[in-house]
């Protein structure tokens, strides 16, 4: 191992160092939010509940809905959520150029979803992750084959991260521990020597290794041809001390999704758990008592009297205690139940209800449920609430889709492209040079785009066309041809569903022409009535003037 891994290392386990209390805060969000998860600071076993510990089930129901909602919103599964496109908008929307961008799309989409990507459930684990912490970890690139992607969600306690000048991480240090076996099937003869002897006599005991991603300019990395890369990955064995495999990547295969950053920290927070991690403890506190008071009430702890019962006392169904038959019960029973008090049970339950009241606004489920718009609302007051719940709602998803689905899309892109999986001869002149970003759909976006194609319609009907009623010269206010593809773009219609422009050029001269024909005819056919009409009068004139 030379100075330069030993410099990598030395700089991860200060990373690692510097994180510790942080894996502390995550352990107790997780015992409240995410019990499956609680595995930050403490050893789990197969096998072992994870739950015992609750008395509530609401708080990780909320985390559960909302990580749920993320998916669904953002990435549903039975739509295209996400669209390319050019930088330069006008030359986005060229019939042809829109073609090809949607047929390379579709390719993405595609290799996404392939069964083998294991795309769902890294992104539903990175969900739940970042919903509960903040944060979540998803590496991405080509499977081991090199025939598909592979997309891989890792657990934010063997993770560690930095970032630029710039706030981009770029450096992670992922903690791994292999078995012997899958050691040295991966990286062969590369593995050390003891590796290698573990892999013969003790195949399934794990190894500490390391997987290191940074700038190649702090590790000076070059290739073997001597060509320079974006960034280097390092798998390392570490308790060997040998490097197993350094390659340079032209793109940083993680992706490191952050909620709410504070500045200062490269580290973000969750903006539910965050503020009701108190809530989560006293609603587990307060259903206890709630439940052991019920308890209490319904099977109540009983007072007897001592030298009066023979024997154990039964309570059960059935059972039998048997008391002294020389006891006078004038002094009282020998066996009664405590007296209690229920008053305070009312209390109790308002206190509980508060509590789930302020965890599901924590998880903000009162703020991300479309709105109900009634059958008497006018089409401007339904916009106008639609329109409310979008701001309402665009400050939790803008950072989602901001810091998760376009890193995310634009990485696998670049894999895909760096592969030649896309049709290089199939593609226009004019996207040659050209910069592509990605769009995302969602229930918000949506929500916007169908009021572009309801302002249309309702410009069109309540406005335009009376007025054209009063002034014809009002239509021509309106560029048609825009307004009308805007509008059925916004109404999810595809590019490859639209007539070149130059046919509707032709239609619209080919009309215009039948029209003036027609016109022609009719002029013609008035005037033959016309001349016939004054024969015939002239006839009538002659005849009776003979």
Known sequence: MDSRTREVIRHGNSLFTKKRNLDSLWQEIAENFYPERADFTSVRYQGEEFSDHLYSSYPSVARRELANLVASSLRPRNDKWFSLHLQNEEMDNNDNVRSYLEYVQNMQWRAMYDAGAGFVR???????????????VIKFGPNVNGTGLLFRNYHLRDCAWSENAEGKIDMLFRKWKPTARQLKEFFGDKVSKETARLAEKEPDKEVQCWHCVLPSRFYQYKSKMGRETPFVSLYIECEGETVLEEAGLNYFCYVVPRWHTISGSCYAVSMATALILPDGRTMQVMTRTIREAGEKYTDPPMIAVGDAIRGDIALYAGGVTIADHEYDERLGEVLRPVTQNQRGMPIGFEIASALKDDIRSGFFLDKIQFPETGTEMTAYEVRNRLREHIRTASPIFEPIEQDYNDPLCEGVFQVMQDFGAFP??????????????????????????????????????RILMPSAQIDQAQISQVNWDAAT???????????KWFNPIEAMEEKRQALAQAAQIEAQIQTADAAGSAMQNAAAGAAAVEGSQQ
Not at 122 to 136: I, P, R
Not at 486 to 494: E, H, N, S, T, V
């Open 424 to 461: 290089v001869e199939q593609m226009p002149e004019e996207l040659s040079g050209q910069e592509v970003r990605f769009q995302f759909r969602s229930p918000m976006a949506e929500m916007a785009e169908q009021q572009d194609a309801e302002i249309f319609l309702d410009v069109r009907d």
């Open 485 to 495: 593809r805007d509008a059925m773009r916004a109404a999810g219609f595809k590019a």
């Open 122 to 136: 890294a992104t539903k684990q990175a969900d739940h992750d970042f919903v509960s912490f903040g944060n979540a």
